[in-house]
């Protein structure tokens, strides 16, 4: 199954505070997609890119949330100030064949 | 409004008993089907998948059964083991040029008693 590789696991931060993952894709895959599943295991999409280009974003995204996938370096997604509300498990996921996408073990978020 | 519904949220069966987990639909246009298993403090990890154009899908203990005319389907676990306890989301995705984007339900909480 998938090697979609996320650190940290786990992640707290204070209100406000700068919150970054990272993920480093299925054998070097250039797309990517995070998302967001809540305490009530609701996922969210929040954006996708191919290889240095968003593709896809929700308005959330647009206004706090950043992502990037540099050469040679992990994807990345930041969330600028982080707010209560973020607390959730990050997933990274890349394609591997057909039309499904492959899950990193995700980045557990905790907002004090 | 929910465009993958499961209906059960959680379901407990006893060990050898098949579990039978099902998942339902909104849009037509959705063409491929994989349903993701998740422990806890993992993300979810693919199980089994089906297209549009079957109506079984078969994988050792794991059948999936899909209508498409009703909108639904069923993932069935066969001979269920108390390693099975776990979440299962049913998704769906639409091919387009944006890819493989994924819409899920919100899970069945399976327990399997031994």
């Known amino acids: 199954n998938s090697k979609v590789i996320q650190t940290p696991r786990y992640l707290v931060k204070g209100q406000g505070q700068k919150a970054k993952m990272r993920c480093i894709p299925e054998?070097?895959?250039?797309?990517v997609f995070w998302y967001q599943q809540n305490k009530n295991n609701e996922f969210k999409f929040l954006i996708n890119?191919?290889?240095?280009?968003?593709?896809?974003q929700i308005d959330m995204t647009e206004k706090r949330f950043s992502a990037e996938c540099p050469s040679n370096s992990p994807c990345s997604l930041e969330i600028q100030s982080s707010e209560a509300g973020d607390s959730a498990l990050y997933l990274c996921a890349s394609p591997g064949g057909a039309e499904t996408l492959y899950f990193g073990s995700g980045t557990r978020l905790t907002v004090l | 409004q929910q465009q993958v519904r499961q209906s059960s949220q959680s379901l407990t069966v006893w060990e050898g008993e098949t579990a039978i987990l099902n998942c339902s639909y909104e849009n037509s246009a959705f063409d491929y089907f994989p349903w993701y298993q998740q422990f806890p403090g993992e993300g979810p990890a693919l199980l089994i998948a089906i297209r549009s154009v079957s109506d079984k899908k078969e994988d050792g203990r794991f059948t999936i059964f899909f209508n498409k005319r009703e909108k639904n389907l069923s993932l069935h676990i066969k001979d269920s083991q108390p390693g099975d306890s776990a979440t299962y989301f049913c998704a769906a995705s639409v091919w387009g040029n944006m890819g493989y984007k994924l819409t899920f339900g919100t899970g069945t909480s399976l327990l399997v008693d031994p």
């Open positions: 890119f191919q290889n240095q280009e968003v593709l896809q």
């Open positions: 054998k070097g895959h250039p797309v």
